[in-house]
């Protein structure tokens, strides 16, 4: 029998306060704007459960699919404690406008819908966190066709006024207003003053859900340009949304763990951290399609690896999860000694899990979130009691999203300054930027005692 999901000893009633680490400095406003006690609001008509595909095939989403009309539509009303039916009257709206103006989405979501209606799927327990299954098998499509030589269709030349039109604001979202003024690879982006910290931000971005995916794109680059994180560690991604962001940030390197379906990327900052290798390392045994991408890269001068992953999901992939994590932690232990190894991703782990099943952490290895005093404010990242971009029956609390460390044996010695959550603030769409919130935690170089 399965354990639940919080043990007795957690806390799992009640809105957790969510700020700054005591102890730390704090990075960003975190304020939550979200549905409290019997106030709640039903979003969508979403199973609960997890939901695995086994068979049949899903249609291909292009960049274009997830970009705006290139006329700017109706700003979308602010959130208020109206009622269910006011709030379904706005995301009808707004899929209405959606269709009306990208009839490739408005065919993609009902060809997916019904191969969704027609594949075999096996489900899991309500207490885990929803997957959509829809997007698996995604590909990506050039967003241009390149005209003949010498020739010059109106469809073309429409084609790619739109695609530079609805790709402005997401530019502008993520350089911030000086874009006007120059363009994105004539601005430098100004340094911390604490320039030796280095930051990283991890964080599952629910690529598989293409509800407003727009503005929830643009909330994400505003955030990513607003921090200039080192490193950044992103899970379920698509790839027309890594193309986005590729052609967005062009001041950092991108490693992409997989190009179909849903995958990690390491993001790395060019004038900060230089690439020496990578290696995505397979999972033998899933039946999600996950990996572990590793990349060893150098900061100021620093020795780094770099881990993320996205863990096998759901209960009933709780063996299959202890055997992934049981071979990140080797490599993190069989990593050079002069490496201090960062591991960030959607670990879908339960506490239980950790504590019963694998005797708690490797005597080398600790979780940042326990090393920084288990704050209560910086605990759970999957958190339905506030996030409703799911419609889940029940208000569950879990730590899927960890960060671990292993100091290096040799050298500079690591140590994790603070740690806080981000994604906080709802969007004028009603929507949170994910599911899940991102860490954003900052580490600094001690001499070693030796």
Same mark, same amino acid.
């Given at each position: 029998m399965d354990e639940p999901p919080c043990l007795p000893s957690?806390? #799992?009633?009640g809105e957790p306060r969510v700020d700054c680490n005591k102890s730390a400095p704090c990075l960003v406003d975190t304020r939550v704007e979200g549905k409290t006690g019997k106030n709640k609001k039903h979003k969508k008509r979403r199973s609960a459960a997890c939901q695995r595909k086994t068979g049949g095939g899903y249609t291909p989403v292009t960049v274009e699919e997830l970009s705006p009309p290139s006329h700017p539509p109706e700003h979308h009303e602010k959130r208020s404690a109206g009622? =269910? +039916?006011?709030k379904n009257t706005r995301k009808t709206k707004n899929h209405s406008i959606?269709?009306?103006t990208s009839p490739a989405l408005s065919s993609h979501r009902q060809k997916a819908q019904s191969a969704q209606k027609t594949s075999s799927l096996s489900t899991c327990d309500q207490?885990? +966190?929803?997957?959509?299954? +829809?997007?698996?098998?995604? *590909?990506? +499509?050039?967003?241009?066709?390149?005209?003949? *030589?010498?020739?010059?269709?109106?469809?073309?030349?429409?084609k790619s006024t739109q695609t530079k039109q609805s790709s402005f604001p997401l530019k502008q979202a993520y350089w911030g207003k000086s874009f006007t003024d120059q363009s994105a690879d004539q601005q430098k982006p100004q340094l911390s003053s604490r320039n030796s910290y280095l930051t990283v931000i991890s964080w599952n971005i629910d690529g598989l859900d293409l509800d407003n995916v727009f503005d929830r794109l643009k909330g994400l680059l505003s955030l990513l340009g607003k921090y200039r994180a080192d490193v950044v560690l992103l899970q379920e991604l698509i790839p027309p949304t890594f193309e986005i962001l590729q052609?967005?940030?062009?001041?950092y390197q991108f490693l992409q763990a997989s190009e179909v379906g849903y995958f990690t990327a390491i993001l790395l900052r060019k004038e900060r951290v230089q690439l020496l290798q990578s290696n995505i390392v397979k999972y033998p045994t899933t039946e999600m399609g996950r990996n572990l991408l590793v990349a060893n890269v150098s900061f100021l001068g620093h020795p780094l690896c770099i881990m993320t992953s996205h863990l096998e999901s759901c209960k009933t992939g709780s063996q299959e999860r202890l055997n *992934?994590?049981?071979?990140v932690w080797k490599w993190m232990k069989e990593a050079p000694g002069d490496h201090s190894v960062i591991f960030g991703g959607d670990t879908n782990l339960r506490d239980w899990e950790v504590v019963t099943k694998l005797n708690g952490l490797p005597d080398s290895i600790s979780d940042v979130w326990e090393m920084l005093g288990k704050s209560e404010e910086s605990r759970y990242t999957w958190d339905t009691s506030i996030n409703d971009n799911k419609e889940i029956p029940n208000s569950i609390r879990l730590r899927f999203d960890r960060i671990f460390l292993?100091?290096?044996?040799?050298?500079?010695?690591?140590?994790?300054?603070?740690?806080?959550?981000?994604?906080?603030? =709802?969007? =004028? #769409?009603?929507?949170f930027i994910s599911d899940h919130w991102g860490i954003l935690c900052t580490f600094t170089f001690e001499a070693s005692e030796e």
């Open positions: 957690d806390s #799992c009633s009622s =269910k +039916q006011e959606s269709h009306e207490s885990t +966190q929803t997957e959509s299954p +829809q997007l698996q098998s995604l *590909q990506t +499509q050039s967003t241009q066709t390149s005209p003949t *030589q010498g020739e010059h269709t109106p469809s073309t030349e429409s052609n967005t940030m062009t001041d *992934q994590l049981r071979r292993r100091s290096a044996t040799e050298g500079a010695q690591l140590r994790p300054e603070s740690m806080t959550m981000i994604g906080l603030r =709802k969007l =004028k #769409c009603d929507y």
